[in-house]
């Protein structure tokens, strides 16, 4: 599964590999990849899949859970999916609470003491889905675990998710993307080293070859 979503993530280019001209993201962090999994959901194949993995996953793990919760905004499409296929109520939490009408952070119907699942598109920092998390629990709804599709392996991200408490189940990986894109000649074996050595130590550019 993990080497199979990471095909179709290079195959549909959610993922673009740029070791020799990085992208700039958002926080200033000059990245060599690019990851946008809202592309998937132009695929139905590929949309197919990673939902019955993220259903294997609730089966697997015999997770009991009420409601089905979107991160907003990229996780709530998958959410509404899941929530299809599982036959569950869905909600999504917005990033913080409207400014008008009922200020509502979470939208939908969820009752406190019901069981939730959170769903991401991709795992960078973790705090938008730890933030969407800690809101649940201020309603007093239990967050039982964390599905997305993709992470970057920060290790910072994963002990803040272990540090909140949040069982996480990832369908595929840096790591996986970097073995994939190597083996159909997408990288070469200096990018690969530079790319992972990237994922070591994101904020720095030291990793970054200037190209002549």
């Not at 800690?134 to 920060?154: H, K, M, P, Q, S």
């Amino acid at each position: 599964m993990r080497e199979r979503i990471a095909r179709y993530l290079l195959d549909i280019e959610a993922v673009h590999l740029r070791p020799n001209q990085p992208f700039t993201w958002t926080s200033g962090i000059r990245s060599p990849i690019y990851c946008d999994n809202r592309l998937t959901l132009s695929y139905p194949e590929v949309r197919r899949t990673i939902i019955q993995g993220f259903v294997d996953y609730v089966k697997t793990e015999k997770i009991d859970v009420d409601v089905i919760a979107g991160t907003a905004t990229a996780g709530i499409p998958h959410a509404a999916l899941l929530s299809e296929a599982l036959e569950l109520p869905m909600i999504y939490v917005r990033g913080s609470a409207k400014g008008h009408g009922k200020q509502n952070q979470i939208e939908g119907k969820v009752e406190p003491g019901q069981k939730v699942i959170l769903v991401e598109d991709l795992i960078s920092t973790g705090g938008s889905v730890i933030q969407a998390a800690e809101a649940l629990r201020e309603n007093d709804v239990e967050v039982v675990g964390v599905v997305a599709i993709f992470t970057y392996e920060f290790k910072k991200a994963e002990e803040a998710l272990k540090e909140a408490k949040l069982p996480t189940y990832i369908l595929t990986s840096y790591s996986e993307l970097l073995k994939v894109a190597m083996e159909n000649g997408t990288l070469t074996e200096e990018e690969m080293e530079r790319l992972a050595e990237w994922r070591k130590d994101p904020a720095s550019t030291d990793w970054i070859k200037v190209k002549k």
